[in-house]
């Protein structure tokens, strides 16, 4: 199994341009989740779905936009890239409510550079 | 909404020694503790984790301990070997539908030869 698929791996934008990181998940997952990584803060939540066709807000939304039209993807999109953006993107499944399942399957990151 | 803090943020110890990660959690309602290792270039990976009714779990080197009273964890590892040398985050969760895990801001463990 592919487990958790992130896409680009890398990438350089400037800034107001726009751009789409795929994550796509073969494990049957209801649970998916954005996080993003900065030095010294963690791993801070972005944005995350419930199952197919649902989103909702974590602890960092502004400046994204997620969909999650089908159920094994879950696509994260700026529409106006700002160097506040760079840093590296990390997409996350889960089977179903955290606490009776536990784990959550990280994919391998996708580093966003804004200039 | 729930906060998570992580100390200390960087360790170092011998091999062969003990490391202690702890983490402190605001909202009373979590009730799921997990901790994860990051290795370097790498997504973080689970390595256990403790729900509100244990106050202790064991796999071999490792262990975390809660304390839901002082609203404290802990992760304990022993016998420190040089693979051990990651980043550590521990994170909370109330388990709702809507649950959100909430993370800490990481250890990042070194293991001297």
């Known amino acids: 199994n592919a487990g958790v698929t992130q896409t680009p791996k890398f990438r350089v934008l400037k800034t107001g341009q726009s751009m789409t990181l795929l994550c796509a998940q073969d494990m049957n997952h209801e649970y998916m989740y954005w996080y993003r990584q900065d030095p010294g803060m963690g791993l801070r939540l972005i944005h995350y779905?419930?199952?197919?066709?649902?989103?909702a807000k974590g602890e960092v939304p502004d400046g994204y936009n997620v969909s999650r039209l089908k159920k094994q993807n879950f696509l994260l999109g700026l529409e106006s890239a700002a160097p506040s953006q760079t840093s590296v993107y990390f997409c996350a499944s889960s089977y179903g409510r955290l606490a009776n399942t536990g784990e959550l399957f990280f994919g391998e990151g996708s580093r966003l550079t804004v200039l | 909404g729930e906060n998570v803090e992580q100390h200390p943020s960087t360790l170092s110890v011998q091999e062969g020694d003990s490391a202690v990660i702890k983490c402190t959690y605001s909202?009373?309602?979590?009730?799921?503790f997990p901790w994860y290792k990051q290795e370097l270039g790498k997504g973080p990976q689970l390595i256990i984790d403790i729900r509100s009714n244990v106050g202790e779990k064991k796999d071999q080197r490792i262990a975390v301990t809660l304390n839901k009273t002082a609203k404290h964890f802990s992760l304990h590892i022993t016998e420190t070997q040089p693979e051990d040398s990651a980043v550590y985050f521990c994170a909370a969760s109330k388990g709702n539908r809507d649950d959100k895990i909430i993370f800490g801001k990481g250890t990042r463990l070194h293991i001297l030869p």
């Open positions: 909202d009373s309602a979590s009730n799921y």
């Open positions: 779905s419930v199952g197919e066709g649902t989103t």
